[in-house]
């Protein structure tokens, strides 16, 4: 059974600084791997999306890489801004034929940006 | 419309009830799935649509739980007999092709008292 878990749990940063958003997972055979954003109270916003024969993603400031031999991705966020601050989630789409459209969620990393 | 919708926002019903929660996809998308989002457990999928396949029931947590897709578009989840456990946010997606990024709709938060 695929587990995924992200690291730090929670982090806060002071507004400039980059940083990184550590994704991991048990069963390297995926299809591919998505990031999300979560506000308070609202639902999903798709940051990336990583097939499983890339090694990377970039949008503006974010790049998300991908090492699925190894069962990890980070995500990485240049000058963070209190606008960033937000839940980031990961999630795992399972290689192989069938099913293979069930997203299996870390927990998130829950990001505070302070001006 | 632009992206998914569900509806209501906000449900808080009484232990016992049944209530009825509504998604409406992106429009072409064929795959629609729903999840669930509990306190400290994250996001577990409940149930899948592909066009006009069998849906895959495979994570509804319980006999309670049902979902129907009227004409490949709108789906209704529907949770019979609700307990307090029932209490989280829904979230609906949708895909196309199903192999595709899924988008998510704002999500019904369900309160049962």
């Known amino acids: 059974k695929q587990e995924v878990t992200q690291i730090p749990a929670a982090l806060s940063v002071p507004e400039g600084e980059n940083l990184v958003l550590n994704c991991s997972f048990t069963d390297s055979a995926i299809y591919n791997l998505q990031w999300f954003r979560q506000d308070p109270g609202k639902g999903l916003t798709s940051l990336l999306l990583i097939q499983s024969s890339q090694r990377e993603q970039t949008s503006g400031r974010l790049n998300a890489s991908l090492d699925k031999s190894s069962g990890r991705s980070t995500l990485y966020i240049a000058a963070s801004q209190p606008g960033d601050s937000a839940t980031y989630l990961c999630?795992?789409?399972?290689?192989?034929?069938?099913?293979?459209?069930?997203?299996?969620f870390g927990k998130g990393t829950l990001l505070t940006v302070n001006p | 419309g632009a992206g998914v919708s569900q509806s209501p926002s906000n449900k808080v019903t009484e232990k016992g009830k049944d209530v009825e929660l509504r998604c409406d996809p992106i429009?072409?998308?064929?795959?629609l799935y729903w999840y669930r989002q509990s306190l400290g457990q994250g996001l577990e999928f409940l149930i899948y649509f592909q066009g006009n396949s069998a849906p895959d029931k495979s994570g509804l947590p319980s006999d309670r739980f049902s979902a129907e897709r009227t004409g490949g578009s709108v789906s209704t989840l529907t949770i019979q007999r609700t307990q307090q456990e029932d209490s989280a946010v829904y979230l609906c997606a949708s895909s196309f092709p199903p192999s595709a990024e899924q988008f998510f709709g704002p999500g019904t938060r369900l309160t049962v008292l």
């Open positions: 999630a795992v789409r399972p290689g192989g034929g069938g099913s293979n459209y069930k997203l299996t």
């Open positions: 429009s072409g998308h064929t795959a």
